[in-house]
Nanobody, 116 residues
Framework: VQLQASGGGLVQAGGSLRLSCAAS????????MGWYRQAPGKQRELVAI?????????NYADSVKGRFTISRDNAKNTVYLQMNSLKPDDTAVYYC?????????WGQGTLVTVSS
């Protein structure tokens, strides 16, 4: 599985961005996909996750609930992260990840910078 993330950029506080993660390869085997982020000097953390195989259930970090929405377009093999009401604390490199059984596949990061 190969993942291509895009959509990062510079935005003012209160603004919005949408990240995309396009999957290719053995996509039929993907169980779930998620977005993670890593701010300077901090550990990588889960932002949001969505199941792919069934149901499309989602889970969010408490810090982004009500502001971020993860969604999928199975026809395009793409997962999105709509980020609204962005805060400076959301500044980080955002990574998408796909889980295939016990294995994890990571995309390259995309930088999100939120100015105050």
């Amino acid at each position: 599985v190969q993942l291509q993330a895009s959509g990062g950029g510079l935005v003012q506080a209160g603004g919005s961005l949408r990240l995309s993660c396009a999957a290719s390869g053995s996509i039929f085997s993907i169980n779930n996909m998620g977005w993670y982020r890593q701010a300077p000097g901090k550990q990588r953390e889960l932002v949001a996750i969505i199941t792919i195989t069934s149901g499309g259930s989602t889970n969010y970090a408490d810090s982004v609930k009500g502001r971020f929405t993860i969604s999928r377009d199975n026809a395009k093999n793409t997962v999105y992260l709509q980020m609204n009401s962005l805060k400076p604390d959301d500044t980080a490199v955002y990574y998408c990840k796909a889980r295939v059984g016990p294995y994890e596949h990571w995309g390259q990061g995309t930088l999100v910078t939120v100015s105050s």
